[in-house]
């Protein structure tokens, strides 16, 4: 496939392909209808995961986070740095930009800025003046890079220290990162693994999510930093279980069953979910995929997950993918809904997020109050079970 940057240089020095692209549609996503901070788009002073270190070379990059539109790059020491994808002078993104001597160079006019956001040269006005030394960029967001992933602290407090889950940073684990769009919202995306029941159903024609007892009842747990689901009569045998953490780093952490004739001798696939709000019904869902094997093991895994487990696990996202975007919205999902018991665990993900819903809705002033309702919320938290 031809790619634009070679369409533009061949359009440059030949014209072929001017006309068409004249015609082209506009890269930029058009602006979101709601507010910075309202909770749709995510929460805030929270740590999210952006992309891989790998995705992430020398030229700036878009990234829509919680309905704001940013740019991703890499700093004259090779560290990535996130802010407003939105140059100061008239208003062009970055992103289309360069990175130039270890500055962000606007395309449009040449203005540079260095990694805190301050503007350094404004070439028109023979590099250094007042205008420059008045002028920042909008928004900053402290980024790290760790586990050969960036992570962003999205919001307005002082980040609190990253911690990522063991199987990311203890080197006995080997994975591989997932990560794929879904239309969906970042709530009904985790609503989704909260959700455990529905594996046997969606997934009953999958290699290791079919199997098992459909008739169930379902616990939720609270722990120091989120709530643990299990099933009541059966484990080890589907989606049993489920943790979530929701302390700084939003994630869940899951193991599906995995057969030795099916993937080689090892404990069960354990997989860790981030949901990073792209805006109110886009979410980038990244789940890396991580076995406890080493040595021989490890390499036979790895070999048979290419060759053959990411097809399917991949096939299982599909399905997700498909329920979530059906569902379209939370305001259209929650309409008239009838929550069972094996639906507990969906209410209680939703009570507890909503004092952070509503300290968000309140920071953004009254008009926007009961702006985004959590059906199932008003009665009493439900008690958790022995
Ligand atoms: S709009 Fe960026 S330099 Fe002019
Ligand atoms: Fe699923």
Redesign the pocket.
């Known amino acids: 496939m031809i790619t634009t940057n070679v369409q533009l240089k061949v359009s440059q020095y030949t014209g072929i392909g001017a006309r068409r692209m004249s015609g082209s549609p506009s890269k930029t996503p058009p602006p979101v209808s709601l507010p910075k901070g309202h909770p749709y788009l995510g929460l805030r002073d929270t740590w999210y995961l952006v992309c891989t270190s790998d995705e992430l070379g020398d030229a700036p990059v878009a990234q829509r986070l919680l309905g704001e539109d940013l740019v991703l790059w890499r700093n004259g020491s090779g560290e990535p740095r996130l802010m407003s994808d939105y140059?100061p002078?008239?208003?062009?993104r970055f992103s289309e930009?360069d990175v130039a001597d270890g500055e962000l160079q606007?395309?449009?006019?040449?203005?540079r800025f260095d990694d805190s956001g301050q503007c350094t040269s404004i070439p028109t006005q023979g590099g250094q003046c007042s205008l420059q030394a008045r002028t920042k960029i909008e928004s900053v967001y402290p980024v790290e890079e760790q586990a050969g992933y960036v992570w962003a602290w999205i919001g307005e407090s002082e980040p609190v220290p990253l911690v990522l889950p063991i199987e990311l940073t203890d080197p006995s684990f080997s994975s591989f990162p997932e990560t794929v769009e879904w239309g969906t919202n970042w709530l009904l995306a985790f609503e989704n693994l909260a959700d455990i029941m529905h594996a046997p159903f969606l997934h009953n024609e999958s290699l290791t999510l079919g199997s098992g007892i459909v008739e169930d009842r379902v616990k939720v747990i609270s722990s120091d930093t989120g709530f643990r689901v299990e099933r009541q009569n059966q484990k080890g045998v589907n989606f049993d279980w489920v943790e979530f953490e929701l302390d700084g780093l939003i994630y869940t952490r899951l193991d599906i069953p995995y057969r030795p004739t099916l993937a080689g001798p090892g404990p069960d696939l354990r997989i860790i979910g981030f949901a990073t709000p792209i805006d109110e019904t886009h979410t980038m869902v990244h789940f890396p995929r991580c076995r406890q094997v080493e040595g021989w093991q490890r390499m036979l895994w790895r070999l048979i997950y290419r060759l053959r487990l990411r097809g399917t696990h991949l096939h299982v996202l599909n399905q997700d993918k498909e329920m979530l975007e059906s569902m379209r919205s939370i305001p259209e999902a929650q309409r008239d809904e009838h929550l069972a018991q094996a639906d507990k665990p969906v209410l209680h993900l939703r009570r507890t997020l909503k004092p952070m819903f509503d300290a968000q809705l309140a920071q953004l002033g009254p008009e926007w109050a009961g702006t985004a309702p959590l059906s199932g919320t008003k009665t009493a938290p439900a008690a958790d079970d022995a």
């Open positions: 140059c002078h008239r208003g062009a930009g606007c395309r449009y006019h040449f203005w």
